[in-house]
């Protein structure tokens, strides 16, 4: 008797659903995922005769394990019922796929994330920069910190100047930190949490670290520190447009920055192009603050050892850079109490609130952090009342 051929009993062609659970089972062999995760699975073709073909994206060409995940593959997919044959095609990523896959797998678990840099982030994250070096940041920040905290905020201060690291003697946080499973515990002085390349570095040896370790070492501060809930972030940057305002950018693009001048002219005009990198990075400016401004004699006299209107012009100049108002947060007098209380590690913020330096930046501080932390746009986790 003989059969026709309509009649023969066929095994169904598998679904693209069953082949791709199957190539879901073939993990890369460098990044240990499932290539299907990776976006390494260029196209799937079934013939209605049960041929299957793959094409499958190399992360880079002349890929050393292209024979393994060949194989791995075609085992694979001929283990799909009705499968009758297997083809595999090789590619390679594009320069932007590439890119897609390191984004993917920093967002994974390959990295611990920025808290601060999250959507639902309630912190403020101030990065103090200025142009040219010894204007103040770093007694800027200190002080700032230490007067926020004594309005009773939450701070941190991460000194991201890893070549100078002079916060923790600023601040009188000379601790280590320790650590606890994989978090680093921050030391704190005076209610202000800090963490410092310093602590990291046996004694006062020098540091030579090249962009990717700094950006990596500024990535680990902000991500395996455990800072708690903080309302405001102070980063102490190095002084100029390095590398590390780059990372900052990168891993906080939701810092603002705030400049720090003297009333010099040149101070002031390396200042504006420091906070011109700001509009490349598309950061906000939050304001000038300017540095070392008069200095008041026993008799009541006020000398301008570095001139004047320096926080003024840059601040007009990044309004205009900028296109959005950038104001001048605040003049600090140069005041020698300042200065001891940075080299003692007791912020003159606390010690001598009502000196001039003190007020001035106590005032500055009340600015910065009284201001509405980032809400727009939170799910706040409520529903709205029923009217009726
Ligand atoms: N308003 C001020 N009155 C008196 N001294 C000040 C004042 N501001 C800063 N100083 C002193 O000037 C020196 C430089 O300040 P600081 O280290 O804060 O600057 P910086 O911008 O962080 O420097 P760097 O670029 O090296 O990081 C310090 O000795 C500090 O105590
Ligand atoms: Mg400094």
Same mark, same amino acid.
Not at 98 to 123: M, Y
Not at 282 to 296: C, R, S
């Given at each position: 008797?003989?059969?026709?051929?309509? %009649?023969?009993?066929?095994?169904?062609?598998?679904?693209?659903?069953?082949?791709? $659970?199957?190539?879901?089972?073939?993990?890369?062999?460098?990044? #240990?995922?499932?290539?299907?995760?990776?976006? !390494?699975?260029?196209?799937?073709?079934?013939?209605?005769?049960?041929?299957?073909?793959?094409?499958?994206?190399?992360?880079?060409?002349?890929?050393?394990?292209?024979?393994?995940?060949?194989?791995?593959?075609? &085992?694979?997919?001929?283990?799909?019922?009705?499968?009758?044959?297997? /083809?595999?095609?090789?590619?390679?990523?594009?320069?932007?796929?590439?890119?897609?896959?390191?984004?993917?797998?920093?967002?994974?678990?390959?990295?611990?994330?920025?808290?601060? *840099?999250?959507?639902?982030?309630?912190?403020?994250?101030?990065? =103090?920069?200025?142009?040219?070096?010894?204007?103040?940041?770093?007694?800027?920040?200190?002080?700032?910190?230490?007067?926020?905290?004594?309005?009773?905020?939450?701070?941190?201060? =991460?000194?991201?100047?890893?070549?100078?690291?002079?916060?923790?003697? !600023?601040?009188?946080?000379?601790?280590?930190?320790?650590?606890?499973?994989?978090?680093?515990?921050?030391?704190?002085?005076?209610?202000?949490?800090?963490?410092?390349?310093?602590?990291?570095?046996?004694?006062?040896?020098?540091?030579?670290?090249?962009?990717?370790?700094? #950006?990596?070492?500024?990535?680990?501060?902000?991500?395996?520190?455990?800072?708690? $809930?903080?309302?405001?972030?102070?980063? %102490?940057?190095?002084?100029?447009?390095?590398?590390?305002?780059?990372?900052?950018?990168?891993?906080?693009?939701? *810092?603002?920055?705030? =400049? =720090?001048?003297?009333?010099?002219?040149?101070?002031?005009?390396?200042?504006?192009?420091?906070?011109?990198? /700001?509009?490349?990075? #598309?950061?906000?400016?939050?304001?000038?603050?300017?540095?070392?401004?008069?200095?008041?004699?026993?008799?009541?006299?006020?000398? &301008?050892?570095?001139?004047?209107?320096?926080?003024?012009?840059?601040?007009?100049?990044?309004?205009?850079?900028?296109?959005?108002?950038?104001?001048?947060?605040?003049?600090?007098?140069? %005041?020698? +109490?300042?200065?001891?209380?940075?080299?003692?590690?007791?912020?003159?913020?606390?010690?001598?609130?009502?000196?001039?330096?003190?007020?001035?930046?106590? *005032?500055?501080?009340?600015?910065?952090?009284? +201001?509405?932390?980032?809400?727009?746009? !939170?799910?706040?986790?409520?529903?709205?009342?029923?009217?009726?």
């Amino acid at each position: 008797m003989q059969y026709m051929a309509t %009649d023969t009993p066929t095994t169904a062609a598998p679904s693209e659903d069953a082949i791709r $659970d199957a190539l879901a089972t073939v993990n890369d062999p460098e990044i #240990h995922r499932p290539i299907t995760e990776l976006g !390494m699975v260029k196209s799937v073709d079934i013939a209605a005769d049960g041929a299957v073909s793959v094409a499958v994206y190399l992360t880079v060409s002349g890929c050393p394990m292209r024979e393994t995940i060949t194989s791995n593959v075609r &085992d694979a997919v001929a283990g799909v019922e009705g499968v009758t044959s297997v /083809a595999v095609e090789l590619d390679v990523m594009s320069d932007e796929q590439r890119k897609e896959l390191a984004t993917a797998l920093r967002g994974g678990t390959a990295e611990r994330e920025v808290p601060f *840099a999250q959507p639902g982030s309630l912190t403020r994250v101030y990065a =103090v920069a200025s142009g040219k070096g010894g204007v103040g940041k770093s007694s800027v920040t200190v002080n700032l910190a230490a007067a926020m905290a004594a309005d009773g905020l939450k701070v941190g201060v =991460v000194d991201a100047d890893i070549y100078g690291h002079s916060v923790p003697r !600023m601040l009188g946080a000379e601790g280590r930190p320790t650590q606890v499973e994989n978090m680093i515990m921050p030391p704190a002085a005076n209610g202000v949490k800090v963490i410092s390349i310093g602590m990291f570095t046996p004694g006062n040896a020098p540091v030579v670290w090249r962009g990717p370790m700094l #950006h990596r070492a500024l990535q680990q501060f902000l991500a395996d520190v455990y800072w708690g $809930d903080l309302d405001v972030l102070l980063l %102490d940057l190095p002084p100029g447009t390095g590398d590390i305002a780059i990372s900052v950018a990168q891993l906080v693009p939701n *810092a603002e920055i705030l =400049v =720090v001048t003297t009333p010099q002219q040149a101070a002031a005009e390396v200042a504006e192009r420091a906070g011109s990198i /700001a509009v490349q990075t #598309h950061q906000k400016i939050v304001g000038v603050v300017e540095n070392m401004a008069g200095l008041e004699l026993p008799s009541g006299e006020i000398v &301008d050892v570095f001139g004047t209107g320096g926080g003024e012009r840059v601040a007009e100049g990044l309004t205009k850079t900028t296109g959005t108002q950038v104001p001048v947060l605040g003049s600090i007098p140069i %005041d020698v +109490r300042l200065r001891e209380g940075g080299d003692e590690g007791r912020p003159v913020v606390l010690t001598d609130p009502d000196s001039g330096a003190g007020a001035a930046i106590r *005032a500055i501080a009340g600015k910065l952090g009284g +201001r509405q932390r980032g809400l727009s746009g !939170m799910s706040l986790g409520i529903t709205p009342r029923n009217k009726f």
